[in-house]
């Protein structure tokens, strides 16, 4: 017997796709609220949009950008590393434009993960992830982030106790998707310090540095010893809500930046050239811009915790990203995956289990996923309809029935 595990050792699980896509599904035919899914219901700055316009009419990338992105591009991200963070990069050789942070994120490990080669990883992590780790052939090693006293936190023991002499990389983000934590100055610390005692490598997935409530975003790079060895992978599709234009970014130093271009170049080669000049644009915003969608996206955390609170889950207040995680023991349930599928039936909102982003599902199985990243009347419908799970639930019983099917 061929084992079929031989024949296709590196091909992603598809277990995530799939109940992604059973979601979106079900919500499409239901006409539940789709609180699954992390996408914007309302587009970007119209300046930016209309800056693409510009470059497509002035063709300007209509041809094959340069390989690294455009120069506009590369600028523009060094700027703001160094206006935000104090961190300098050299837009010539320490900036990588990519076809969103997917693409970053799975170039850089295809660069610099060997086979059996072991990657540290958050658990729960962004689905992409084990997928890229998959495809270079490495070896996904999770470290759980336990939720305590209202958030999930790394344990800096558990995270060293992870490390092995064939750990290569450690794979970071925050503010993290799914859970909403942002890292703390100790936990980012405990990274640090592990990182450069075992000369390892560390891909840091910060996308959502300026969805932050209340807290600061602090990137890994700027830690002692850390900017030789990090990779900083940004994207312009969460913070100016064009998520489907898919430009994204990383930088890193030089040695490191050459050997993800090398792979870079065969897998996109380039992302689309007129939007990359438009990014460039959005990048320089004010920082009113910055401080308004902070704002926004904090109201519209607090009419979805206040929603969930109200229908009696336990809520996991985020500190950052447009996700909140809630626990749906207190509705007397168990098992996320079950109570996803019946949620839009139930109560006509659709959510994502939160088993789903873990190694080890069982650690997630009680949690699910919803966004906020929804206009404030789309948020309130899901919070009004979602206030019949509660014990002093909105809509007769009879209109629960599916209920009993969970
Ligand atoms: C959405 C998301 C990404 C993907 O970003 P793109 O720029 O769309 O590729 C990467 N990491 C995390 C944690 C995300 O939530």
Redesign the pocket.
């Known amino acids: 017997m061929t084992a079929s595990g031989r024949r296709h050792p590196r091909r992603p699980r598809a277990f995530g796709t799939t109940v992604f896509a059973e979601m979106s599904e079900l919500a499409a035919r239901t006409g539940a609220i789709n609180l699954g899914q992390?996408f914007p219901d309302q587009d970007g700055p119209d300046s930016v949009r209309e800056a693409a316009v510009a470059a497509l009419r002035a063709g300007r990338g209509n041809q094959y950008p340069p390989v690294a992105g455009v120069p506009e591009l590369r600028a523009a991200v060094a700027d703001h590393q160094r206006a935000r963070y104090g961190l300098a990069f050299d837009p010539e050789r320490e900036v990588l434009v990519t076809a969103?942070?997917?693409e970053a994120i799975a170039a850089t490990l295809l660069a610099l993960v060997s086979p059996g080669d072991e990657v540290v990883v958050l658990d729960p992590a962004?689905d992409?992830y084990a997928a890229a780790i998959a495809l270079a052939g490495g070896v996904r090693v999770s470290v759980p982030l336990r939720p305590e006293r209202g958030a999930f936190r790394l344990d800096p023991a558990e995270l060293r106790a992870a490390v092995t002499p064939r750990t290569r990389l450690l794979l970071v983000?925050s503010p993290h998707?799914p859970t909403g934590t942002v890292l703390t100055r100790a936990e980012l610390t405990g990274i640090a310090e592990l990182a450069v005692e075992h000369d390892l490598l560390v891909v840091t997935?910060e996308?959502y540095e300026h969805l932050v409530y209340g807290v600061e975003h602090l990137p890994l790079a700027g830690w002692p010893g850390m900017r030789e060895r990090t990779v900083t992978v940004g994207?312009a599709?969460?913070t100016f809500s064009f998520?489907g234009w898919?430009i994204?970014w990383l930088t890193a130093p030089a040695d490191l930046l050459g050997a993800v271009l090398a792979v870079k170049q065969y897998l996109t080669y380039v992302p689309a050239g007129p939007l990359q000049y438009a990014v460039a644009k959005a990048l320089r915003l004010p920082p009113a811009y910055f401080d308004g969608l902070r704002a926004e996206l904090a109201d519209r955390r607090e009419l979805l915790v206040a929603g969930l609170e109200r229908a009696g889950f336990g809520v996991f207040r985020p500190a950052g990203t447009y996700f909140v995680t809630a626990d749906i023991r207190p509705l007397g349930e168990r098992d996320g995956v079950a109570f996803c599928r019946a949620l839009p039936d139930r109560a006509g909102v659709v959510a994502v289990p939160s088993a789903v982003f873990y190694q080890r599902p069982e650690l997630g199985a009680p949690f699910v996923r919803f966004a906020f990243c929804k206009r404030p009347a789309v948020l309130r419908a899901a919070a009004d309809r979602l206030a019949s799970l509660g014990p002093a639930g909105g809509r007769p019983a009879a209109a629960d029935s599916p209920l009993s099917t969970v």
Do not use: Q
């Open positions: 992390g969103g942070a997917t962004y992409a983000n998707n997935d996308v994207s599709g969460k998520t898919k994204g």
